[in-house]
């Protein structure tokens, strides 16, 4: 066969891909949208995947970092590009919605179901493998993530993505070994499938790197990478809030459950449990105390955690 643009993208394919199930004119944007999300997720999932291997390589240096890095900043303008479609969405009217919402979200069908969106928040570092949420009458209800997809190829991709180090591991993984002096305890397992716990000596070596900015570049500069993720991430959610809100305002979600108050929790959720907490009590010292700030690590251990509101990382 004669190797076209046309061929090469398979837009034979992708262009067929977008099935209209009723007649209403606001369809197609609405399926648009959500592709385009799974294709980004796709090339995100794969971007994160280089930045974490050349990281976790034995012997990774300078070199490896400056590469992950570079990933990194591709994932960045990916999610700027995620938020920024939200404009588009919210020019779908209630009246609009409506028209084809009940048809196309019948049998539960959501956002919610995205097997790659949570793998992306695998790869970040939020690790959990089941939801807890509000049903509109306001009772609690457990969805286990492995037991609600819908194929034994998407569980193995979830279970993968669960069990494989996300890219705060990796970072981490990588400091240790450039900063000993400071005892970061090696994983070792080989099975990241638990949620990260918090360590005070992530938190001295985070507060050297940022205090020293020249004695470890790469680390500094990947820390602030990280919280590019994480703050870009932070808006995806209150901008899918901020949609939804004008576009159902507080009726339930087709997923199940109580809509925006679910949503809300869910965007909450990463300022109580963020996905790096050493970087960002490292901007809590060093704000209030700009010259010398504390890297004793004092007051810092288990007891400060915040609730898990909506996730649930340990069982099963
Ligand atoms: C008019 C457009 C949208 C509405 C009204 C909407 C509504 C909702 C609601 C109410 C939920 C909570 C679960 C449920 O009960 O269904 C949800 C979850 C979700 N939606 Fe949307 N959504 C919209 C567009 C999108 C788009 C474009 C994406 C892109 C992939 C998306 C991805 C998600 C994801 C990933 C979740 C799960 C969030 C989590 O559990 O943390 N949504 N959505």
Known sequence: M???YASYLGLERLLSAQTLQTSSDDELLFIIIHQQHELWFKLAIHELDCATNSLMKEGAQEADCIIAFKRLSRVSAIQH???STWDVLATLTPDEFILFRETVGRDGASGFQSVQY?????KLGLKYRSIVFELPGGEAKTVDLFESVHTETERQALRAALAAPGIYDA????MAKTLPMFGIEDH???????????SAAVFRAWGHVYRNRMGAPELYQLGEKLIDLE?????????????VSRVIGSNPGTGGSSGLRYLRQVANQLFEN???????????????????????????????????????ADSG
């Open 188 to 198: 070792g397992s080989g099975d990241y499938s638990s949620q990260y716990q918090k």
């Open 274 to 312: 963020p996905m790096y907490p050493e970087l960002w009590d490292v901007r809590s010292e060093m704000f209030s105390r700009p010259k010398e700030f504390d890297l004793t690590g004092a007051g810092y251990g288990p007891e400060r955690p915040g609730p898990r509101t909506a996730r649930v």
């Open 2 to 4: 004669t190797n076209t």
């Open 231 to 243: 703050d870009a991430f932070r808006k995806w959610r209150f901008a899918h809030l901020a949609t």
């Open 171 to 174: 970072v981490i993984r990588y």
């Open 118 to 122: 949570r793998m992306l928040e695998f």
């Open 81 to 83: 590009i995620l938020i």
